[in-house]
């Protein structure tokens, strides 16, 4: 029988479209394999800087009616432990396994994707949605063409043998721009979205923010609809494949990220929304979907829509 | 009551001792024993506590003194607003002939359990285990409860010892058809390995701890080693099949950033 | 008997806080009226610009689940005939009225405002989110700190004796900025926010997306952490009053805006998801939030999440 | 089907003329008589159209070919992928007694209301006016309707006239206790003015068609002067009752841009 879903990521092969998001279910071997069994395609591990951070305290992870708020604030066990459990990972399973990194400054980046490349990932993610400390307003690196560009290429320098793909958010002026400035410095791939906003929920009668951050990014099916439209105007200015990302929660919502420009497909909050069995389910509506229609592979739809 | 945040009023507190307290709410949920909510103290933090009590128009919390938070909300009293939501996770199922095996706050859960059996008219006993007698909450409920033993290790109320000893001589007076525990993970592990004892093994719903963030099984923070399973989802009562194939009982928890600490870094409550 | 709902916007008295959001049956004085009559504080009209014009063609307006998508095109009769519609209102109701103006360019803005003055409108409210298409990347007027304060400063010149408030997209990289530029030149209040994105829905059959125009911005419930996180950003920066509007749909989403530091509230989409009714239901509910506990005006609220 | 956009094949397509078709769905609704669908054509234009019939497991529509988007329309054929949506607003109530009158494709939603009058075996007598024979669809099955009396302006089908000069002598030979009417903005006032000249006036349900955009009453663009009523969510079916206040009867209507166009520029059809 062919596998209709399968599908090739910037030369990474993989069974299924649909890739585990970072931030989820991300922290250990375990929970990785967890999801590779259940019918991810790839699993992105939760993203790491140089060293453990713990984080924002709770609530950190609010469910709002229409996705999640998040703000976990950089929580991560540090690049090295997370190091140990990509390596643990590999010995459990064969399914492609993505690291995800973040740096504080832009030199950090480089770093940290040197010492993760230890353990050997599938891909090496690189989170530029983390607000960027040294900029006037306190926005994300993503936000910047020439920092994004600047941190590519430097991640690129330091690791010339696993395929990268840099994490946008749609908190700037441009993506087009965005994508060229990762396009013309080395990127092999990009991954869009990250959560969106960050949006903010006050309680009326404690009257403070609900989040201990006060503010964090809205994830879920309410951005589906700007994840798309991210991943058009990325399809349509670079020729990178792209890890599409964004409320995504059935397979009709996949074939909506394909025809947009996706190669792949980012599942995260619907692990909450829908429950773990969630890859599997898409995967057989998906095949159902291409099955009914004889399409047989994924790359005949791949930015369709762009009429 | 939902995963949403709501905020609610304090509706009366229950002190058991200084760092002993129970908090009830106006609010009607569905829940099972073993079920957990999250509770936000504004301007602190938002931390797990299992239901101890559910009413007819009131639900409880009873909560420990252990650290900063869990200190702060001893300051909490009635008409104070505090974020509650939930139900999540699985609770226990009661089941007749029951044993019930809790070591100090652990027996919060398994107070409502109790409740629960007792209402579906189901015979069980509760073994309830604490290092003191200061940390036994309600301790008046429990003198009038003929199923209850209670033991602590300093022989301060009942008998001197563990919860787990008199495991032995209760099954020999009347087999237990299901341990129910909760307590620290060193009781539940030694719970399991009685029941294993025993061929074919006697059958354990087990509570757990981890930290938690998210409790709605996203963040990944809860997940056990060797099988990922969430202790926030499929947890925190866990049955002896969902046991096997995990490999970190007993080991320091993961905190907040989801590193192990190594068992020197880890520091001990209870 | 005191009416707690009543407030003070830039000095215009507002019986309550609801402000009908602009593009929201504001096409004609009768439908101004009737959403007056059902308990608006205040009505603003669909914006208009110079010329009339058709705006694209249908699917323009989209229900997707969490709101609207919508992407009308600037349609509009034209800045003569809204004159028109407004002196009709003017002489059908008291409840104010508020403009709604946009320019093609930014010397369009002070010739529309200075001829929809001659309807003597409550306010004006100036609408920079439509693209630039003198820009590089087409980006909204909104985006551009020194844009804004140019538009600003030139109605601010032409309409001296109205009061001015500036509408604001979030589509920008830092909206405490674009907030003090309009502070700075002049504006009298700031409506926040705009309907957000774009997004983006595909049909998976059509393999084309759905709105005529491809995409549209969203509104509606979704957007409504990201309008009081955007409201509480301009809150911190600048003092202007407010008239924070996204996603509002009951009393308590009123209130979480006036915590985060609202005046008044913009309601929009709300009218498709909860019906015209939404308006008497939400005064209701609000009065009776205020009177359980005890507060007698919303100005004790305003910004006291701001901990 | 809803308010969300989704597509469908068109599963047959009845050729009534060249520029008169119906248009069948595979897709069960419910709608009542009177509602109306927003039919996609991808690539051109998203309009209203009322439903024709509701059958097991169909829908139909009927569509005239006036302007570009549904003269287009005429090229549509079976296993063809279009969005449709609704139903939306309010539509007819079947009722004992009631006559139907038609103008032009204003018949469409008459013979969805007619099955639905048939099918509660409620009594009702339907006229149908037409320029030409030409326009008149579904001839065959009218001609079994006993129900049915055809009228049209050139006298090439049934007698010559208009559909409202024969209310006289119906409501003589029977009296009428409900008009329903569909049809040119002209009709309607007639049929309206006709049920006025009684005491009291016969109750009218008429159903009016302004230009569209939402659907869901929130763009304003179908918004009648004077009372600010809703085509798309109060109508398109109006009460006498409903139709007191509105100003802009027999007026030009806005048009995309919400500007209601001088008499001269406004283009009419039918
Ligand atoms: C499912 C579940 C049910 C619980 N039920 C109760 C109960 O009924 N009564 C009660 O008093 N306590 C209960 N706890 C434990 C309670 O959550 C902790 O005591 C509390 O979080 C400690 O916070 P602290 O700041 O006071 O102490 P800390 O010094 O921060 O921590 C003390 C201990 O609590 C653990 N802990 C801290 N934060 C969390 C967190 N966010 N999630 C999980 N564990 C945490 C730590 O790992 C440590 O072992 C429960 C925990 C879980 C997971
Ligand atoms: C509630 C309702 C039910 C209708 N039912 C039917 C039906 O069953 N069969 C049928 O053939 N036609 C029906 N129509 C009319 C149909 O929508 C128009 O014929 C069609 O939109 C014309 O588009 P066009 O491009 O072909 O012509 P155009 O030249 O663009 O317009 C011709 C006429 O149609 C009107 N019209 C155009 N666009 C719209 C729009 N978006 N909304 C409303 N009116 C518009 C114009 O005002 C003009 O009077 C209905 C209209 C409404 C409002
Ligand atoms: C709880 C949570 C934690 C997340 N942590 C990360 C992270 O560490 N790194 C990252 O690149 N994205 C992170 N994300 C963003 C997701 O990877 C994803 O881009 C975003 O949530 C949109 O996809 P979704 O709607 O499918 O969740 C996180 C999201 C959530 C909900
Ligand atoms: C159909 C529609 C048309 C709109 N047209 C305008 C407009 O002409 N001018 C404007 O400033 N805002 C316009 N908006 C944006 C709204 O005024 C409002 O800012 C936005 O929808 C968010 O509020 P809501 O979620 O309450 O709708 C429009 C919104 C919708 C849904
Ligand atoms: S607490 Fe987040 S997965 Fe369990
Ligand atoms: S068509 Fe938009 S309000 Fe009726």
Known sequence: ?307 | MSEYMQTYQVKRVLTHNEGLKSFRFDRVIEAAPGQFVLVWLPGADEKPFALSGVFDHEIEITVKAVGPFTKQFMNVKAGDWVGLRGPFGNGFQPIEGMVLVGGGIGNAPLRYLAQCLREEKLLFRWVIGVKTAEDLAFRDELASMPEVTIVSEDSSIGKKGRAVDVLAAMNDHEPIIVLAASGPEPMLLAVHGFANTFSPDIPVQLSFERYMKCAVGICGQCCLDGTGLRVCVEGPVLSGHQLQGVTEWGRPHRGPSGRRPTQKQAVHHD
Chains 1, 3 share one sequence.
């Open chain 1, 1 to 307: 029988m062919i596998n209709r879903l399968h599908v090739d990521l910037a030369g990474i092969e993989l069974a299924s479209p649909l890739v585990l998001a970072s931030g989820v279910m991300g922290l250990s071997a375990s929970s990785l394999e967890r999801v590779a069994e259940l019918g991810a395609g790839a699993v992105t591990a939760k993203s790491c800087g140089l060293e453990e951070r713990k984080g924002h305290p709770c609530p950190a992870i609010l469910p709002f009616g229409f996705g999640l708020l998040n703000a976990v604030g950089l929580a991560n066990p540090g690049v090295d432990e997370m190091v140990a459990e990509l390596r643990a990972f590999r010995l459990l399973s064969d399914v492609p396994v993505i690291a995800s990194i973040f740096g504080k400054t832009v030199e950090e980046f480089p770093e940290v994707a040197a010492r993760i490349a230890e353990a050997r990932p599938a891909m090496i993610e690189v989170n530029v949605s983390c607000p960027n400390v040294a900029g006037e307003f306190g926005q994300p690196f993503s936000s910047d063409p020439a920092l994004v560009g600047e941190i590519t290429r430097l991640v690129r320098a330091r690791v010339s043998d696993i395929p990268i793909s840099i994490k946008l958010s749609l908190q700037c002026l441009s993506l087009a721009q965005i994508a060229k400035a990762c396009a013309d410095n080395g990127a092999d791939a990009i991954t869009a979205i990250n959560s969106v906003g960050p949006g903010m929920i006050i309680d009326p009668n404690v009257r403070r923010p609900v989040l201990a951050n006060r503010m964090g990014g809205l994830s879920g099916p309410a951005i589906l609809p700007l994840a798309v439209r991210a991943v058009w105007e990325i399809a349509a200015a670079v020729s990178l494949p792209i890890i599409g990302t964004g409320g995504v929660e059935t397979a009709e919502d996949v074939v909506q990220m394909v025809l947009a420009g996706a190669t792949a497909v980012g599942v995260g909050t619907a692990v909450y929304t829908r429950g773990l069995e969630v890859f599997s389910t898409i995967n057989s509506d998906l095949h159902v979907f291409m099955q009914e229609r004889g399409i047989t592979s994924l790359s005949d739809l791949k930015g369709a829509a762009h009429v």
